[in-house]
Structure formats: structure tokens, C-alpha cells
């Protein structure tokens, strides 16, 4: 593996191999210069080359003594550690926060569920549509009259997930400079979800952003808010909120002087989207490209996922990385001296912990 480079350099990370946003978590820690010792299974064997790039992975039987022994020394010389096991787990086996902070008070103990480490729901087994399902976010996402619709994974594992794990690892071990000890970060699905309807909570007395669905006009009930379906059968997005964008998309576009009354008046956006859908439904999806890409009508066409590895914005962007012949996304975000960069997965986790015990 290449020597890490990137504004995390240098933080050491111990992570139990898992499924979901843990993986997640320890992929943005690597892609950004953090050294990741993966604690696999035996045999275990991985099917994402994408999500675990990056470690340094270790196979060890967690039930035998020697492999615990082994996890303690790790964690003794670590920064941080990722686990996603079922609260009690950890402490069954002895590896639980507090026999590693006994060892290493400095250590960020990061800990990855759905549900939390307590409430009535914490020993029960979920997936992401069951921990969207009760924080508001799942109710709000389909079409009026039909039963919600699945953001495939990304409101809950990584969303509400990895996303808020990795902030609160970095906000733990920003006040560790201050402190000089770490601590326990709880990282729920539930949480992260609760946490990202906080706009919509706090707008839920404004109608036009209602989360009932198919009402909101985030929600695509707004005929500018919304995709349409082209004469090939793709698909074209609209985000036309603003009047002046609004009255960009309706004159670039051609359409019917009648859209450019009533904009904001739920009353009007059934009647309205058919207009626009019988409008578009006249082009394909590269000729409304040609008109409307790239001009202030705030619009976009709707691509398949290998679809956007070639639009030319994100090859401008480099957001699509081939490393040892596989395409593997970019590390985000992006930083104007430390770089963050792809790198292989390697199986020297033995070698790496015990240079971080020589280390110190």
C-alpha cells in the first residue's frame, strides 16, 4: 500500500469489519490519510473493493484469547476504534470501552448501531428502512396514496449513519486536544436520521414544505420540483424554486404561458406537471440537455450510476477515481494542501499494530 497522505495522516484507526455505514466510516478516515487495521473474520473474504480500500486488514478469532489479546495490544497504541456490533458484544468479549480506555484513556471508542446503545429497541435487529421508518424520514418519501418508498440505504446507514460517526469521531478527538483523554462516541441511525429532518421539523408549520406525501414540494409534489420522463423514456430533473429561475426554465424550455402564473399555489402544481410532462415527453433527454444544462433553470438530467462516472461535470471533477483497474469514487471532501487519495487494501494489520507498539 502507498504511504498515506491527507489531513488525517497519521491517526492510527482500528476497525471491526461489519456491513453498512462502519465500513463507510472507515473508508472516509483512510481516504483522507488514515492508517486502518480491519479486524476480519478467519477466511472472511471482502465483496466491496469500493467501501474497503484502504486497510491494513487483520484475520482474528475475537472468541479466542489470543485474538483478544491480540485486539487489546491494538487498541492500547490506537486513536480510534470503529465497532458496529450489537450493544453488550464488546463487553462480552472483554473488549468493551471500558477495559480499552482503562488501557488507553486517549482512545475514541466509536460505536456504530441502528437503534443506540439503550432504549427498548437497542437488542433488536434492523436495517436501514426500519430506522428511517420511525424518525419521520421514510413517511415523507413516495408518492401520495402509495406506501413509502426506500431511499435505497443512504437517509439511514450513511446518511444518518457513517456520516455522523466520522463527525463525531473528529469532534471527539478535537476536544481530546484539550482534554488529553477520549471517550465513548454513540453513533444511532436513528440519531443521524432525527437529525438531518431538522429543517423540516422546524418548517413543519409551512404547508408548501410539508413532509405529508406527495403534498411537500420538496417531496415532488411541485411541478418544479420534480423529474419528467422524455420522449426516449429518460429522465430529467427540475429544481426551478426561485421565480427568476423559475421564468428561465418556462422560456428556455417553450413552455405554455399559463405555467408562469401561481408558481407557489399547491393548487395548481397537478395541473401544471402535466403540462410540463406532455412538454417533455416531446424531446429526448440529450435535446432538453442541449437547451437547458448548465443555464439557471436549475436543472439536471437523471443519470444511471455509470452514467454519471461520464457526464462531463464530474470527469471535470475527477469524482470517479481507476485504481488497480477498478473505478472506485473519490475521496470527498476535498483539501487545497493534504489531499486525500485511493489506496489498496494490503493484509499486514499484524505488522502495522506492532509498529504502532514500538511506536508509542
Known sequence: ???????????????????GPG?????????LGAEVVRIDRPGSVSTNPVVDRARHRLALDLKSEEGKAQVRAAAASADVLIEGFRPGVMERLGLGPDDLLMTNPRLVYARMTGWGQEGPLAQAAGHDINYIAITGALAAVGRAGETATPPQNLVGDFGGGSMYCAFGIMAALYERERSGKGQVVDAAIVDGATSLMSFFFGVRHLPHLSTERGKGMLGGAAHFYRCFTCADGKEISLGSIEPQFYAELLQRAGAPQELAQGQMNPANWDDHAEKLAALFAKKTRDEWCELLEGTDACFAPVLGIEEAREHPHMKAR?????????????????????PGAVRSSTDDGAEVVARWAEAG
Not at 465500513?23 to 481516504?31: I, S, T
Not at 488497480?324 to 476535498?334: E, N, Q, S
Open 318 to 338: 475527477a469524482a470517479y477515481v481507476e485504481h488497480d483497474g477498478i473505478w472506485h469514487t473519490a475521496p470527498a471532501p476535498r483539501f487545497s494542501r493534504t
Open 23 to 31: 465500513p463507510h466510516v472507515a473508508m472516509l478516515l483512510a481516504d
Open 1 to 19: 500500500m502507498s504511504q498515506p497522505k491527507g489531513p488525517l495522516a497519521g491517526l492510527r484507526v482500528l476497525e471491526f469489519a461489519g456491513i
